[in-house]
Nanobody, 123 residues
Framework: QVQLVESGGGLVQAGGSLRLSCAASGRAFSSYTMGWFQKAPGRGREFVAAATRIRGTIYYADSVKGRFTISRDNSKNTVYLQMSSLKPEDTAVYYC????????????????WGQGTQVTVSS
């Protein structure tokens, strides 16, 4: 069992930056692939970024490549999402998730979810 708690969301102007954090409680954090997903109004939950559980391979959605950076600190049981050059279309609730499987970009492969944190980017 893993509990995930996101923090760091808020209101920011276009072009600004935010850093989201996701703290995990439970065991064997390093055994989980950690992902970030976003859910914008009227849209489904979409993949943003992931850091895999074995090799720590990093993946990004095309829409955030070059602007967002995912990182994980296994000693602190925490995964981060550094968001830069934010755009109004980045406005969404951002969710942290964990899975022990082989996938990384399909929400249905994730076993545990945080409650989400709101990011609002004004134009």
């Amino acid at each position: 069992q893993v509990q995930l708690v996101e923090s760091g969301g808020g209101l920011v102007q276009a072009g600004g930056s935010l850093r989201l954090s996701c703290a995990a409680s439970g065991r064997a954090f390093s055994s989980y692939t950690m992902g970030w997903f976003q859910k914008a109004p009227g849209r489904g939950r979409e993949f943003v970024a992931a850091a895999t559980r074995i090799r720590g391979t990093i993946y990004y959605a095309d829409s955030v490549k070059g602007r967002f950076t995912i990182s994980r600190d296994n000693s602190k049981n925490t995964v981060y999402l550094q968001m830069s050059s934010l755009k109004p279309e980045d406005t969404a609730v951002y969710y942290c998730a964990a899975n022990m499987g082989l996938g990384y970009d399909n929400q249905y492969e994730y076993d545990y979810w945080g409650q989400g944190t709101q990011v609002t980017v004004s134009s």
